[in-house]
């Protein structure tokens, strides 16, 4: 195990569990290295004067620092090339960890950063198709074989929030007890999980089943689903519908025309069998419906559970359209 005394690392991207698991296992091997070492942790809004050096500097108590400034685009700009100087020249008695969510906030110094050749890991929002994989890796972490099936399932039921997956992966592995999870294990214990994520709602939409569609939305503002997430992911349910017509006559096929999509590859049925009911001028008009709809939620509206049935109920109006 390499020391990172004396090194600096940039970790961009948005995807807050990936970025944390770096972080720690950065601070993991320099710990091992210099279990006195001190960890200053600071948001880079906070380096104002003299700040940086006490942030990077030794103390009396330890010779050796592991620096941790996130949100380095907020960084002030009297203080930009002090941070890039020493990120590009690291002491050997500093660890210099540094976090940016991605954007455009700081490009700058991002760009000074990169110009000056300080190392990256990237953490990265994973695509759709990307998650299911994520869950399978998650499994090989624990120890524990997952189907691909399964992780399907598990992904249907809890959604795309990587930290959400994660925990659910735990909790099949503490409870399970079996060094093997398939979809059956998932479903006896997310089942209900399902049915209060925006992503049922948008299932039951896509389907056409108005009843179910209702029950399930109304169920999941009872229970705390935010209206947000449910406009989100009816939009891109829609919109990977629209993308899907659009695709039907092409060569591609599995996971080619998932990838092109954008969707996990077990939504292609989901799409085959909408595209019976589903015409290419009702999607369109579903979509601007969606659209208004998430507006009203973000504060258009006064009654956000009102908005969400009359978007429901205007999507299902564009079927056969």
Known sequence: M??????????????????????AETKSRAMASHPE?????????????????????????????????????????AVVDQLVAV???????????????????????????????????????LKPWEVPGF?????????????????????AAVGHDLRTLASAINQLVSDSGTNEIDASIVRRYFAGRAEVTGFAVADAVLAGNATVAMERLRWALET???????????????????????????RLRGAELAREIGVPPFKLKDYARASNTWQVGGVAEAIR??????????GAATDAAFALERMVLGVLQQRRH
Not at 98 to 122: M, R, S, T
Not at 145 to 151: E, G
Not at 226 to 243: E, N, Y
Not at 289 to 298: C, L, N, P, Q, T
């Open 224 to 250: 705390g689903v935010p209206p947000v997430l449910i406009t989100s992911a009816v939009a891109s349910s829609f919109r990977g519908l629209a993308k899907y017509l659009d695709a039907q006559n092409s």
């Open 135 to 155: 869950v399978m890796g998650e499994a090989k972490r624990q120890r524990i074989r997952m189907h691909q099936d399964a992780a399907d399932e598990l992904v």
């Open 2 to 23: 390499t020391s990172p005394f004396g090194t600096a690392v940039l970790i961009s991207g948005p995807e807050q569990l990936l970025a944390q698991r770096i972080v």
């Open 289 to 298: 419906i969606i659209a208004r709809g998430d507006a009203e939620v973000k």
């Open 87 to 125: 990120a590009k020249n690291p002491p050997e008695d500093l660890c210099l960890i540094l976090l940016h969510p991605g954007g455009v906030k700081g490009k700058g110094l991002i760009d000074k950063l990169k110009k000056a050749k300080v190392p990256v890991e990237a953490a990265a929002a």
């Open 37 to 77: 070492a001190e960890v200053n942790e600071i948001l880079a809004s906070e380096l104002e004067d003299s700040m940086l050096a006490e942030v990077i500097g030794g103390s009396l108590f330890s010779s050796h620092i592991v620096a941790i400034i996130d949100d380095v685009g907020s960084c002030p700009p």
